[in-house]
């Protein structure tokens, strides 16, 4: 089990900027990948970005450019810098975790699992 606990969320002016913090605890040695979704009024959760444990990146289109995401091994921290933000970037955003881990059968096997935050409100006034 993971837990996670996002901050850093709250009102800021169009052109701002936040950054997100998201607190792992629990068996974080089995993250294989860290992300932050958002979910907006009127639409579906989206990958906002990914950070795979190997430091490969991938960001939503909408992010390129203005959001990065970051971890801090020591402090089980994980990052979501945004510049330029605009109302439609508001919504809550989420932390995930995706761990795998080994099951000793038999046969062993190897289980996946996700995790998520809470979630933390971003409101960007126009």
């Known amino acids: 089990q993971v837990q996670l606990v996002e901050s850093g969320g709250g009102l800021v002016q169009s052109g701002g900027s936040l950054r997100l913090s998201c607190a792992a605890s629990g068996s974080v040695s089995n993250i294989y990948e860290e992300r932050w979704y958002r979910h907006s009024k009127g639409t579906e959760r989206e990958l906002v970005a990914a950070?795979?444990?190997?430091?490969?990146?991938n960001y939503a289109q909408f992010a390129k450019g203005r959001f990065t995401i970051s971890r801090d091994r020591s402090k089980n921290m994980l990052y979501l810098q945004m510049h330029q933000l605009q109302p439609e970037d508001s919504g809550v955003y989420y932390c995930?975790?995706?761990?795998?881990?080994?099951?000793?059968?038999?046969?062993?096997?190897?289980?996946?699992?996700?995790?998520w935050g809470q979630g933390t409100q971003v409101t960007v006034s126009a």
């Open positions: 950070l795979a444990d190997t430091g490969q990146t």
């Open positions: 995930n975790a995706a761990t795998s881990r080994i099951e000793y059968g038999p046969p062993p096997d190897i289980k996946y699992d996700q995790f």
